[in-house]
């Protein structure tokens, strides 16, 4: 544990919020990053109550909580409390990058079966958004100091094979779900970034939350 | 300034016909390097101009053979340039100033000269730097960019808005076309810094603007609330309430507000403090609002953190707060018409509706109550703002109040005191004056306690009757101003009325203007009177309606036809100046100018003229000259009649007449034709010599009793008018004084005979006269000659003497004459007439006296019951000296007196010398 406590404390330069006095670092980025995910849930609430309308029913309807079948592509936000809490800064923000990443790429098959202008241009704002929810994730990943996940194969959206209707829009409905699902987590991972960023407060909690973790 | 233009792109091919004769291909001859340009102003151009192999070999042509024209003007050959055999340069130092195209020509020989070849040059600037980049949100997509393009390039231009976040590139916006200040994003992301910048680009280079660098989110400006509402609230009418819905594009959920409303009227805005509309909402009550007032209201919303700019303001919407009891009473008052019968008298009551503002509703009606005199309670409701009432002498109080929907205002009560009641307590100090377009009125309030002040004000004017207009003040005005629509150069009665718990206080009153104006009019001056050196100028102050302000001062302005003007300042109390000193004998030229304190007016032009000599002066000078003549005059006549018998002795000798001698008839045989009635006209004219004789007679006659003798009534009747005739006063002869003259002309011819003739004749007349001796018998013929020529010398003086102005018929007429004036006091029964007729025969001198005495008769008559009784009161007036006709009288007595002042038997004689002076002749 004591290793553990010196190694954050070797770290501790490496944040570049404790050592840098004049630069404002990452804590406006997080929380910009956080205000965006925000918007986004915002944003995604009404573009989901559009689109589901669009699927029809039951997709439209409240209680409506289908089996996730075929959407085993798709990056699951749910995750244990426990492993969640395990996750440190970088593991977290990394997730989230990735998981957007893929989000974004299925969200712009959608885009093909959206039948109206306005639609279309939500899903297109929208997904304008994501990109830049991508780019601050990046940012504050860089302002940390942590690496950028590989990016690896970029998973295209293959036309899958024509299977019916019903279970495309189960993937569409799906896919909103996540959506929903990872901004929320997101919402919570920079809200949590943002409070251990702030200073001086920042060290004790990185310390206490080093000790968690630990134990 | 440069003329700017530019050219199509446009190369002009002019060929050389290189061969004419085989009539085959046509060719160019050479070109221009370079072919299209774009030129820069300011900036130095060089064209190169080459010729073609063949055809300098075919037509023996050289590169110096070149001629260089813009337009049609040939290019100076200094700017030339031989390059070499086959081409040649021209350099043009700015080619902006000159024309297009620029053609290359070439001399052939004989002097003829070919086009070659042609361009057209275009003259451009490269981009400007882009300036003052700024960008807005919309709502939660678009961002609209705008910046400042610089100065006109005139040639084509792109601007592109480039935007990137951190990690990539983003979009270009192209702005539509012919649009190069601006252009739109359309799928801007909140939250994510992004830099933007604008980019210029034509052929002559291209340039970047600044970066800006920004978060969309900090420059959002939302669409203002819409479906404003407002509602109000029946319980509560101080209330209203704003309902809106929010904008639904927007990249945030916290909104705050600013609303603002104001009256409907009104044109300032009262914003509700922000901090209690910083929350997102959408309705919001207003309170501490008046009641019955529609009220506007408008809203604009931001972001609740203060990021991004605030909205514009939604449409204004509007609401009426719900009615409310009136807060005040109206203005109340009245006026008493005493001219009631009976013990009564009409009390007109008036009020004032009241305003908006007070009476928080529609008013429906207002009630009136009386109290007082035999009716104990009279209430009545009426929508008019006047009552009359007939009411007693006595005493009564009197409330109003005004009803709307929801209740009724407090009442205005007055105290109408009774017949009897005398008011006292008035404002001191009152003063009316005009400040900014309003006309004010201050006074010092009395010394009790006052409920209310009354103001009533009316135009005072000659023409129209003082009609009132009237407001209320409250107990602690002093200073107020008049509410109502007065006019400009109009005179304003003001009266203040201070109401006490009893009655009305003494009215006190001043008058003013709103705004004063020079007079209608200037005075009209004219001269009262006007003396050598002076003149007294009078005029009238100006009627009320021609003042249009407070006559300060007149000023007079006086000149003479040729001098120069002069001003005199008068007070504008007075009504009349003294002008002086001004020259005699000169024509003035006088007006007045009225002033106000706004200006003045002149009034017309009067003219007088003084006169050469100052009054009086005339009279004095003419006066003493001619009292001096008269003085000398009457010294002369004096004189002469002091020595009349020296002037008479000299002119005319007596010589007698022995024609009428009388010694003749001195007979005893003819005594008793001496005693005839003088009517009898015994004596031929001329033959009636000895007046003694008949003084005699007549003295005889007197004792006989008159009625015998008709004529000797005559006679009488023309002595009196004689006598009346003399009552105007003015000398001549009459009776009184001819009767005189006779006996002094008697005494005359006595002294003349004492002094020249015989003693005898006196000594008979004398004798005969004065003892009453009829001592005809005594009478004897004288032996003498010598008073033969006595007596025939006398006759002609008598006859002189008696003959008066007539020539004929003198001696019977001087019988009468005579006779009349011996019986003048005995016989006053004549007629009027006939004394009138018997005087113009008998002296003619005397007609215009008699005129007057006609006259003055026939106002006797037209006062007096006749004739005759005139005559009476006349002759009684001459008996007894007591007057009953007043004016006969007095002319009568004037006359006598005059007659017994002046010694008018000596002005008597003069006459009847002047007369008998005639007669010889």
Redesign the interface.
């Known amino acids: 544990m004591l290793a553990c406590l010196c190694t954050v404390l070797w770290h501790l330069p490496a944040v570049p919020a404790l050592n840098r006095t004049g630069d404002p670092g990452p804590g406006p980025s997080i929380q910009k990053t956080y205000d965006l995910t925000r918007y986004l849930e915002h944003q995604l609430r009404s573009l989901a109550g559009t689109y589901l309308n669009y699927l029809g029913p039951p997709f439209n309807e409240p209680d409506f909580n289908p089996p996730r079948l075929s959407a085993e592509a798709l990056p699951s936000a749910t995750v244990d409390f426990n492993v969640w809490r395990s996750l440190n800064d970088h593991l977290r923000l990394a997730q989230n990058y990735q998981a957007y990443s893929h989000l974004l790429c299925y969200l712009r098959g959608l885009d093909r079966h959206a039948a109206t202008a306005e639609l279309r241009r939500s899903l297109a704002h929208f997904c304008t958004s994501l990109q830049g929810l991508l780019g601050s994730i990046a940012g504050v990943m860089a302002a940390l100091g942590y690496p950028l996940p590989p990016q690896g194969a970029e998973p295209s959206w293959a036309p899958r094979p024509p299977h019916s209707d019903f279970l495309q829009k189960m993937d569409d409905f799906w896919l909103l779900k996540e959506l929903q699902t990872w901004l929320w987590r997101s919402a919570k991972d920079f809200n949590r970034l943002k409070k251990k960023m702030q200073p001086s407060a920042a060290a004790v909690t990185l310390r206490l939350e080093a000790a968690a973790s630990d134990l | 300034m440069l003329a700017l233009w530019t050219w199509i792109v446009q190369a002009l091919f002019i060929f050389l016909i290189v061969d004419s004769v085989g009539g085959g291909l046509l060719k160019p001859c050479g070109h221009i390097v370079p072919e299209s340009p774009v030129v820069a102003p300011n900036t130095t151009f060089t064209a190169i101009c080459v010729l073609d192999e063949e055809c300098l070999s075919e037509h023996h042509l050289n590169a110096n053979q070149i001629l260089w024209k813009i337009k049609d003007t040939y290019v100076p050959k200094e700017q030339y340039t031989i390059l070499n055999k086959t081409a040649a340069s021209v350099t043009l130092e700015d080619v902006s100033s000159l024309g297009s195209p620029l053609t290359c020509n070439i001399l052939l020989y004989g002097q003829l000269e070919q086009n070659i070849y042609g361009i057209q040059i275009r003259v451009g600037w490269a981009p400007e730097k882009p300036k003052n980049l700024s960008c807005i949100v919309n709502g ?2 678009n961002m609209k960019c705008q910046w400042d393009p610089g100065k006109e390039t005139h040639l084509d231009t792109t601007y592109v808005l480039k935007s990137e ?4 590139q983003l979009t270009d916006c192209i702005p539509p076309p012919n649009v190069n200040n601006s252009c739109t994003v359309d ?1 801007v ?5 992004m830099d933007v910048w604008v980019v210029a680009t034509n052929v002559l280079g291209n340039v970047s603007s600044d970066r800006i660098n920004f ?1 969309p ?1 900090d420059i959002v400006q939302l669409l203002p609330p819409y479906n404003v509402t407002v509602s109000s609230s029946k319980a509560i009418s101080s209330i209203l309430k704003v309902s809106w819905t929010n904008p639904v594009d927007k ?3 916290g909104l705050k507000y600013n609303i603002r409303y104001r009256t409907k009227d009104a044109s300032d805005w009262t914003l509700i403090p922000p901090e209690d509309t910083a929350s997102t909402r959408d309705s919001f009550t207003v309170q501490y609002l008046k009641p019955f007032t529609e009220y506007v209201f408008s809203i604009r919303c931001m972001n609740r953190e203060g990021r991004g700019f605030w909205s514009n303001w939604s449409a204004e919407s509007s609401g009426v707060t719900y009615e409310a009891k009136p807060s005040n009473a109206p203005s109340f008052w009245y006026s008493i018409d005493p001219s009631q019968g009976h013990g009564y008298r009409l009390l007109h009551l008036k009020w004032k509706t009241l305003p908006r503002s007070e009476a928080n509703g529609r008013i429906l009606h207002y009630e009136v109550i009386l109290r007082g005199g035999k009716t104990s309670n009279f209430s009545k409701s009426i929508n008019d703002t006047k009552l009359i009432l007939n009411i007693t002498n006595d005493p009564y109080v009197v409330s109003l109040k005004a009803h709307n929907i929801v209740g009724s205002s407090d009442p205005s009560t007055l105290t109408i005191p009774g017949r009897d009641f005398k008011a006292a307590h008035p404002i001191t100090n009152l003063k009316a004056f005009p400040k900014d377009n309003e006309l004010w009125v201050q006074w010092t309030p009395p010394n009790e306690p006052v409920n209310k002040y009354i103001l009533e004000w009316c135009v005072f004017s000659d023409n129209l009757p003082c009609t009132p207009d009237w407001q209320q003040e409250g107990s602690a005005t002093k200073l107020t101003y008049l509410r109502g629509n007065l006019m400009e150069s109009k005179c304003y009665l003001i009266t203040v009325i201070p109401v006490y718990d009893d009655g009305p206080g003494s009215p006190r009153s001043v008058k003013a203007y709103l705004k004063q104006a020079p007079p209608s009019r200037g005075p009209f001056v004219r001269t009262k009177k006007v003396g050598k050196n002076e003149a007294v100028l009078v005029w009238e102050h100006l009627p009320v309606d021609d003042q249009n302000g407070f006559i300060r001062n007149y000023t007079i302005f006086y000149r003479t036809s040729s001098g120069n003007e002069t001003a005199v300042h008068v007070n504008s109390s007075h009504t009349e100046y003294t002008l002086s000193p001004l020259t005699s004998d000169t024509l003035y030229m006088v007006r007045m100018a009225a002033y106000t304190d706004e200006g003045g007016k002149d009034g017309p032009e009067f003219t007088f003229t003084t006169p050469k000599f100052a009054q009086g002066e005339i009279e004095a000078i003419v006066v003493p000259v001619c009292l001096a003549f008269l003085l000398t005059t009457l010294l002369g006549v004096l004189l002469c009649f002091n020595k009349l018998d020296l002037i008479k002795k000299h002119i005319w000798p007596n010589v007698p007449d022995p024609s009428k001698s009388h010694i003749a008839q001195w007979s005893p045989h003819t005594p008793t034709r001496h005693n005839l009635h003088p009517k009898d006209q015994m004596y031929p004219e001329g033959n009636f010599t000895d007046t003694d004789v008949s003084v005699v007679e007549i003295e005889a006659n007197e004792k006989k009793p008159l009625p015998e003798d008709l004529k000797s009534l005559d006679l009488f009747k023309k002595e009196k008018i004689t006598t009346e005739g003399h009552s105007s006063g003015i000398g001549g002869s009459s009776c009184m004084s001819s009767s005189r003259p006779s006996i002094s002309s008697n005494d005359e011819s006595e002294s003349g005979q004492n002094t020249s003739s015989t003693v005898q004749y006196s000594t008979v007349v004398h004798s005969g006269y004065r003892h009453q001796l009829p001592s005809v018998q005594v009478f004897s013929r004288s032996e003498s000659t010598q008073p033969l020529l006595d007596s025939e010398e006398r006759p002609e003086d008598l006859q002189i003497v008696e003959n008066g102005g007539s020539g004929d018929g003198a001696s019977p007429r001087q019988q009468y004459f005579k006779q009349n004036c011996n019986q003048d006091e005995i016989s006053p029964d004549l007629s009027h007439f006939e004394r009138s007729k018997q005087v113009s025969s008998a002296n003619e001198e005397d007609f215009v006296r008699l005129k007057q005495q006609q006259m003055s008769d026939q106002r006797s008559q037209s006062s007096g019951s006749g004739p005759m009784k005139d005559f009476e009161d006349v002759s009684a007036a001459d008996n007894f000296g007591s007057s009953t006709e007043g004016q006969i009288q007095r002319f009568e007595t004037i006359g006598l007196e005059a007659a017994t002042e002046e010694g008018m038997p000596k002005s008597y004689l003069p006459q009847t010398v002047r007369q008998g002076g005639y007669v010889p002749q």
């Open positions: 939660q997509s976040w951190p990690t990539r799928m992301v909140v939250y994510v810094n978060d989110i990249p945030f959920e």
